[in-house]
Nanobody, 125 residues
Framework: QVQLVESGGGLVPPGGSLRLSCTASGFSFDNTAIAWFRQAPGKEREGVSCITRDSLTTYYINSIKGRFTISRDNANDKVYLQMNSLNAEDTAVYYC??????????????????WGQGTQVTVSS
């Protein structure tokens, strides 16, 4: 069955960096776009980034552009989210998700069918 497992979250001071990983199984990973979402306490889950199956196209919301980088390793069925210059507003549970399509579907949770369990990112001094 489709499985997505996030890792790499933790506590980091403002200005710090983290790299999140999403390990996939149970589907044709190299034919599938993967997205990252995040959900802060009391807020809606929001799509923050997406990468197409071939890495040719990536998407970012404005608040993370220039600070976060999404990438993928199709040989090892992984997607990464490198997060630099973190600030308190980045504190959230981060999820990877897929709609099992080659192109990025969109940035709304309803458009994605499969989710990981999430990894907590806390930015605090």
């Amino acid at each position: 069955q489709v499985q997505l497992v996030e890792s790499g979250g933790g506590l980091v001071p403002p200005g710090g960096s983290l790299r999140l990983s999403c390990t996939a199984s149970g589907f044709s990973f190299d034919n599938t776009a993967i997205a990252w979402f995040r959900q802060a306490p009391g807020k809606e889950r929001e799509g923050v980034s997406c990468i197409t199956r071939d890495s040719l196209t990536t998407y970012y919301i404005n608040s993370i552009k220039g600070r976060f980088t999404i990438s993928r390793d199709n040989a090892n069925d992984k997607v990464y989210l490198q997060m630099n210059s973190l600030n308190a507003e980045d504190t959230a549970v981060y999820y990877c998700a897929t709609a099992l399509r080659p192109l990025c579907t969109g940035r709304f949770r309803e458009e994605y069918d499969y989710w990981g369990q999430g990894t907590q990112v806390t930015v605090s001094s």
